[in-house]
């Protein structure tokens, strides 16, 4: 029995240890890469930049102790928060105290894109300046035109005046994967041709209206804006904008402007000088779990409308407060940031199909898109006159009729308006006095009588959306009546 036991065990062993290599062997390697070669291949084609502007002699005024004052200027810009000992605005010329001279600005970085010195950027990294020097590795300074900046975007385009330069190849961002190596090259505080690596954290991530940054664990810090993210072929797939940090520092997270989305701005830029956007002139608002559910959608999609312009392009078309844009022009609308960028990249003087969804089923219509630039009406605000008032309803809100001037004040057809507040739903919810009631679920609010019949007739089981008008916006409160 012993010796069977022996040689049971030796067996159960050799086959564990047959069985360790195979399952590593099934399991991918994965190695880090080695950016040398590629670093030396890209580094000359990528340029540090500083801008001056003419500056009238000054007294001092402080800043981050053992950083220059254009270091530290630039540092307060590109953060956007607060530094203890730094001016919270742009130097001030003082009066009478000399003649205007060209003074440090601020240091960011480059990109060159074709050999006749076209350069792409960041715009905050030239917007306002009065100079642009451009200074490539071989340490040839060139000044440089700008060709034009879109602050939206955050980018600008300069040439300088040189032939056969070294460029960068042009990456596909809508290709990136999360988790795959990437590598900025800058001049972080002035310091050229620096190098840092790290990984692709998330892509498409929402931090403005017209771009979906590629997040990033690449350190970045004050210099690098305008410098390229590359991938390991050595491509742009961004250009390094933004960090977020609680310090002022960088905390382990930077975002890059996908270079897809920066070469659709560029184009405009280097022909026009200046980017031209669509818009429809509708304010926009999120779609949350709560209010999909009220609403019949199911789940959170879509761009829920807000505020029409009176007499913009979005009310003549049809659409109105209280819609969910659901596609734009045969484009899915996932989210309200969706929008201005579908709307954005449509030429204007073009129509558009749009799809809404409202009062539980869709609705297809047709927008003409305006330039963004075309004047945009102005919307008061509502007073708060009241008068033929109603007792506290259920939802917790007394009520009373519209006057016809208030109506065209507002832009809406119907509603009764706020006038006092209980306890119920809509008093928990925010509502207040002088708010207007345009709409309960499906039904249109067209006076006092109406209003109270409906909510009588509302079942205490079920939520259901309230729309609330406020000064120009439409604001949607799933209710569960008490």
């Known amino acids: 029995m012993k010796k069977y036991l022996i040689a049971l065990l030796a067996i159960y062993s050799l086959g564990q240890t047959a069985f360790i290599p195979q399952a590593f062997a099934q399991s991918p390697r994965v190695s880090i890469p080695d950016f040398a070669d590629l670093v030396e291949r890209a580094s000359p084609a990528v340029v540090n930049i500083r801008t001056t502007e003419k500056v009238v002699q000054q007294q001092a005024q402080g800043g981050i102790p053992g950083m220059p004052e254009d270091q530290a200027e630039f540092f307060r810009r590109f953060f956007g928060v607060p530094i ?10 003082q009066p ?13 970085s480059g990109f060159i894109i074709e050999s006749n010195g076209l350069i792409l950027t960041n715009a905050h990294v030239v917007e306002g300046a009065n100079t642009i020097y451009v200074t490539l590795t071989d340490k040839r300074e060139y000044k440089a035109k700008l060709l034009g900046l879109d602050k939206r975007t ?13 460029k960068l190849s042009l990456g596909d961002s809508s290709r990136v994967r999360v988790g795959e190596w990437v590598l900025a090259i800058g001049s972080p505080f002035g310091l050229e041709n620096t190098v840092t690596a790290g990984i692709v954290s998330a892509k498409s991530r929402d931090t403005g209206d017209y771009l979906p940054f590629i997040q990033t664990d690449v350190a970045v810090n004050p210099g690098n804006s305008g410098g390229p993210l590359l991938n390991t072929a050595g491509q742009v797939i961004g250009i390094n904008s933004q ?43 999120e779609i949350t779990k709560e209010i999909a559910e009220s609403l019949g959608l199911g789940k959170p999609r879509g761009a829920y409308v807000r505020n029409v312009e009176p007499g913009g392009p979005a009310a003549a ?18 989210k309200s940031t969706d929008l201005p960028r579908a709307v954005g990249e449509t030429k204007p003087g073009t129509s558009a199909s749009v799809q809404v969804w409202r009062k539980g089923s869709t609705k297809d219509l047709m927008v003409s898109v305006v330039d963004t630039e075309s004047s ?7 007073d708060s006159s009241s008068s033929n008032g109603s007792n506290v309803t259920t939802l917790g809100v007394a009520v009373s009729e519209l006057s016809d001037a208030k109506k065209k004040e507002l832009n809406i057809r119907g509603g009764v308006e706020v006038t006092g507040l209980g306890d119920g739903p809509l008093v928990r919810a925010g509502v207040r006095p002088g708010d207007v009631i345009i709409r309960i679920a499906d039904a249109d609010i067209a006076g006092i009588k109406q209003f109270e019949s409906l909510v009588k007739g509302l079942d205490t089981n079920k939520v ?15 209710v569960k009546p008490k």
């Open 243 to 285: 960090i977020f940090s609680r310090s002022g520092g960088y905390m382990g997270i930077s975002f890059a402007i996908p270079i897809d989305e920066a070469m659709r701005v560029a184009e405009q830029l280097r022909t026009n000088g200046k980017m031209t956007r669509g818009r429809i002139g509708v304010a926009l608002g």
């Open 464 to 478: 259901v959306p309230v729309f609330i008008r406020r000064a120009d916006s439409t604001m949607v409160i799933p």
């Open 154 to 166: 955050d980018i600008a385009v300069v040439k300088i005046d040189a032939r056969d330069l070294p």
């Open 84 to 93: 203890p000992g730094l001016p919270s605005g742009p130097k001030q010329a």
């Open 317 to 334: 078309g049809g659409i109105e407060s209280g819609d969910v844009i659901l596609s734009f022009n045969g484009r899915d609308i996932g």
């Open 96 to 108: 009478n105290s000399g003649k205007p001279q060209e003074a440090d600005r601020g240091v960011g």
């Open 376 to 382: 945009q009406a102005i919307v008061k605000k509502a």
